[in-house]
């Protein structure tokens, strides 16, 4: 069999293992997100049996207040009570219950109208005359307490039955995320098994007939040209050997021709190199009269906690993210760019940027107590200028022009392993204005005396005339290095998108 045929066999039973692996995979996870969706609906239809729970109590001590005091404002109360106990009765039995938990709210619904039927109205029009001892004598007579309690064990029960089928739907969220485990497992001891596989193989389809092919090659003596050299193993290597018997007997005349082309390979690397430096670090194409430039400078080493996005979300509408992790270093530039590719997609999925952060948090749920993201979205409209914003932690944003700052200010908390919410702002950026966006490593960074260049500096930097994006990043990061006469202690990222004059 022939070394292509051989790792083609290699290569289709990896896609294969492949295959069933992200089948499976893909399956289990599904499962799970089934399980967890079916846990979250019953943990609601407990919240709603507690909170209908508070409102029979309160509707309770409202109809003891009237009977105390004969106040009609208590009867108003306990009515709003009664509506509201409908109401949840009526979210419960739309919450897809089963047989039993309908049967048991149904008991709850009857033992609530019994009670209201032969205690609370009863006692009511009694209470209304002005008697309050026979109101008393009634109400022990009626043994309104136990109707009463009659409702609680009925809530009890309902309670009980959904609590169990939770802890059942939290126990197979919890089985596929160890099926889940399981597999991964599986996969891993597989590709192990694989790779050493292969590394086998390689060394017996490849490394011994090439060392073999190698060692007749060293042992002929200069200028030989009688021996002839004949590959061993599959039918590759034999034409390998077969092709270098015929390159030797061509070396001698074609030494001079070799190191020209030689020569060639090397400027054409040169050339190409550059060419792609370039084609790196081109700038993305803006409308006319519209610039945007972005620099990040890490504290440490090539990576950073910080990182910025600055891509297109629809036509004319341009979406710039800076996000800044706590620290620096390898960790929290892992996080921050799953940060970012969140937001970028949130971006794109979301029409309310607040939501889209709330839903990017969710995804962040796995983040370590002390790990913060201070972060800054915002959807521009190249066609009018409109600017949408959000900005959860960040260092203000500035909108800035020859003579004028403004600060675009937080619109939320910074986001970290808790819960909050974040609203948008609005602003409209004009032609001859830029936006600006920094983070803290900016103002931060210290002179000598360990005196911080501070927003006040940024904000007189801000209000000079620039001539596009590109010279007021450029003017930040100068004047930050000559103030601090050396790298910051922090990541420092700058993001601008600069509207011209027309």
């Not at 839903?359 to 972060?375: C, H, K, Y």
Request: glycine share 8%; aromatic share 4%.
């Amino acid at each position: 069999m022939s070394l292509r045929a051989r790792l083609s066999l290699a290569l289709a039973i990896l896609v294969l293992l492949l295959a069933l692996g992200g089948s499976a995979g893909m399956m289990l996870v599904g499962r799970g997100d089934d399980a967890r969706d079916r846990h979250e609906h019953e943990l609601a239809k407990l919240v709603d049996v507690e909170q209908l729970r508070g409102v029979f109590r309160f509707e309770a001590a409202t109809f003891r207040a009237f009977l105390l005091s004969g106040e009609e404002t208590q009867l108003a109360a306990e009515e709003a009570a009664r509506a509201e106990a409908e109401q949840l009765i009526g979210r419960l039995r739309a919450a897809d219950l089963s047989v039993a938990e309908t049967d048991q709210l149904d008991q709850v619904d009857q033992s609530a109208d019994h009670w209201r039927l032969e205690s609370v109205e009863p006692l009511i029009a009694l209470r209304r005359t002005g008697d309050v001892g026979l109101v008393a004598a009634q109400f022990a007579d009626f043994d309104s307490i136990d109707l009463f309690a009659a409702i609680e064990v009925n809530l009890g029960a309902l309670r009980a039955t959904i609590s169990e089928r939770a802890a059942r739907s939290e126990d197979l969220a919890d089985q596929a995320r160890e099926d889940v485990t399981g597999l991964a497992l599986a996969f891993l001891v597989v590709a192990v098994a694989l790779v050493i596989t292969v590394k086998l193989a390689g060394r017996r389809w490849l490394t011994r007939p090439i060392l073999a092919l190698a060692s007749d090659v060293e042992c002929l003596a200069p200028g030989d040209l009688d021996t002839v050299i004949t590959g061993t193993g599959p039918p590759e290597i034999v034409a390998l050997g077969t092709e270098i018997e015929r390159m030797r007997r061509r070396v001698a005349a074609e030494l001079e021709a070799t190191l020209r082309s030689q020569e060639g390979l090397v400027q054409n690397a040169t050339v190409l190199m550059s060419v792609r430096a370039r084609l790196e670090s081109a700038p993305e194409l803006m409308p006319s009269g519209w610039s945007v430039s972005a620099t990040l400078t890490p504290a440490t080493g090539v990576v950073a906690g910080d990182c910025y996005d600055v891509a297109w979300v629809q036509q004319s509408r341009l979406g710039l993210v800076v996000v800044d992790v706590a620290g620096h270093g390898a960790e929290s530039a892992v996080v921050a760019l799953r940060a970012k590719e969140l937001l970028r997609a949130a971006m794109r999925t979301y029409l309310d940027l607040g939501e889209g952060l709330r839903w990017v948090t969710r995804q962040l749920d796995g983040l370590e107590p002390d790990m913060f993201i201070s972060a800054f979205v915002a959807i521009l409209d190249t066609g009018t200028g409109s600017l949408e914003y959000l900005s959860a932690g960040h260092p203000p944003a500035l909108l800035c022009a020859p003579g004028q700052v403004s600060d675009l200010p937080p619109t939320g908390p910074i986001i970290g392993p808790f819960e909050a919410t974040w609203a948008s702002g609005r602003a409209t950026l004009k032609t001859g204005q830029a936006l600006l966006v920094y983070t803290d490593g900016l103002t931060e960074v210290q002179d000598d005396d360990r005196n911080e260049y501070g927003l006040d500096r940024l904000r007189a930097l801000a209000s000079e005339r620039f001539d596009d994006a590109e010279a007021l990043v450029k003017r930040c990061l100068d004047e930050t290095s000559a103030f601090s006469a050396g790298r910051g202690q922090d990541d420092i990222t700058v993001v601008a998108v600069s509207r011209a004059d027309v």
